[in-house]
């Protein structure tokens, strides 16, 4: 079946170290690839995507994701966190047919 | 432009009651959904509507019924409520056009079945 891995479920971070944050999928097709983030007491909002072309997508304030094939991998990075950085992250991967799946979450909490 | 509404945001009920869940878009997209949020289970589909009239089965669709009776509404059902059903459950929409694949979000109901 079609998963979508977030390597780590929460993540305590200093203001201005860096963040990756790991996503693998496993499905062997094309796919479409997202970062959504959750702040806290919000909806979740879209980061970042990925159709096709250059591997490596820049998204809002400040993140970037890195598309490797190879590795079926989608990582999330940014390099100096914020203290509003906070939230929960989640990786998606669209297989097409409406059948977007969603990773389980990383809660990120990042330190003043 | 509200985006993606839901109603309402917080509920409470007893087991074995019955609730409709609103969800409404004015962005006009063709397309949306229903999820539910569970801790360390991310998002999982309940259900989803390709057009007004359609629906079809999600991930988790269950104890759940759909309707999309306007392009602009899509309402999520529970005819018996169970415990297990307690989560927050998330709209979203999209659209045909441009990227198709990328959903807006609504800002969730808390449901809590006791």
């Known amino acids: 079946a079609q998963s979508v891995s977030q390597h780590n479920h929460h993540v305590i971070l200093s203001e201005a170290a860096s963040l990756e944050l790991g996503c693998n999928y496993s499905?062997?097709?094309?796919?479409?690839l997202f970062w959504y983030v959750q702040y806290p007491g919000q909806h979740l909002q879209l980061l970042l995507k990925?159709?096709?072309?250059?591997?490596l997508v820049k998204g809002i304030k400040g993140f970037e994701a890195e598309f490797i094939k190879s590795k079926f991998s989608f990582n999330l990075r940014k390099p100096s966190v914020q203290w509003s950085d906070t939230a929960e992250y989640f990786c998606?991967?669209?297989?097409?047919?409406?059948?977007?799946?969603f990773g389980a979450g990383t809660r990120l909490f990042v330190k003043a | 432009n509200a985006g993606v509404t839901q109603t309402p945001k917080f509920r409470v009920l007893k087991t074995g009651q019955s609730m409709t869940l609103l969800c409404a878009q004015d962005?006009?997209?063709?397309?949306m959904y229903w999820y539910r949020q569970d801790p360390g289970m991310g998002l999982r589909l309940i259900h989803y509507?390709?057009?007004?009239?359609?629906?079809a089965k999600g991930e988790v669709p269950d104890g759940y019924n759909v309707s999309r009776l306007k392009k602009q509404n899509f309402l999520l059902g529970l005819e018996s409520a169970a415990p297990s059903q307690t989560s927050v459950y998330f709209c979203?929409?999209?659209?045909?056009?441009?990227?198709?694949?990328?959903?807006?979000f609504g800002p969730g109901t808390r449901l809590t079945v006791t």
């Open positions: 979203a929409s999209s659209s045909i056009q441009g990227s198709f694949y990328e959903q807006y």
């Open positions: 499905y062997g097709g094309t796919v479409n």
């Open positions: 990925y159709f096709s072309g250059d591997p």
């Open positions: 998606a991967v669209d297989t097409g047919g409406f059948k977007t799946i």
């Open positions: 962005m006009n997209h063709e397309y």
């Open positions: 509507s390709v057009g007004e009239g359609t629906t």
